[in-house]
Nanobody, 124 residues
Framework: HVQLVESGGGSVQAGGSLRLSCVAS????????MAWFRQDPGKEREGLAF???????SYTDSVKGRFTISKDNDKNTLYLEMNSLKPEDAGTYYC???????????????????RGQGTQVTVS
C-alpha cells in the first residue's frame, strides 16, 4: 500500500514561513511528477507547485516567487517551502505523485495515482 504522508502544517502570521514535507513509501525518483495542491473549504483542490522527474519546476501564478518545491530522492521526501505567507494561502495542503500528461498547474489532483491525506495551514 503506497503512502504519502504530509507534515509541517500549522498556524503562522501573515508574512511568515512554513516548510511542508511529504514522505513517500516509494522511491520519489521513480515518479514522473510530484506536486503540491491546496484546498479551500468548498472549493476544488488547486495545483500550486509541480516538479518533474528531470527537475523541471512549475508554479501557479499566485505562489510564484514565494513558494519553492523540491525533493530529496535519498530521503524519498517532497518539500514545499512557503515564504511571505498571506491569509489567502490558508487551507489544506496535499501532496501528490504519479504519472501525468502535464506536470504543471491545471493538472487535476485526481490525475495522480498516489495522493496524501493533507496537512492544515492557517495564516492570520
Amino acid at each position: 500500500h503506497v503512502q504519502l504522508v504530509e507534515s509541517g502544517g500549522g498556524s503562522v502570521q501573515a508574512g511568515g514561513s512554513l516548510r511542508l514535507s511529504c514522505v513517500a513509501s516509494l522511491r520519489t525518483a521513480s515518479y514522473d511528477c510530484m506536486a503540491w495542491f491546496r484546498q479551500d473549504p468548498g472549493k476544488e483542490r488547486e495545483g500550486l507547485a509541480f516538479i518533474g522527474s528531470g527537475g523541471a519546476l512549475s508554479y501557479t501564478d499566485s505562489v510564484k516567487g514565494r513558494f519553492t518545491i523540491s525533493k530529496d530522492n535519498d530521503k524519498n521526501t517532497l518539500y514545499l517551502e512557503m515564504n511571505s505567507l498571506k491569509p489567502e494561502d490558508a487551507g489544506t495542503y496535499y501532496c501528490a505523485a504519479g504519472y501525468v500528461y502535464n506536470c504543471r498547474p491545471g493538472t487535476r489532483f485526481a490525475a495522480f495515482g498516489h495522493r496524501g491525506q493533507g496537512t492544515q495551514v492557517t495564516v492570520s
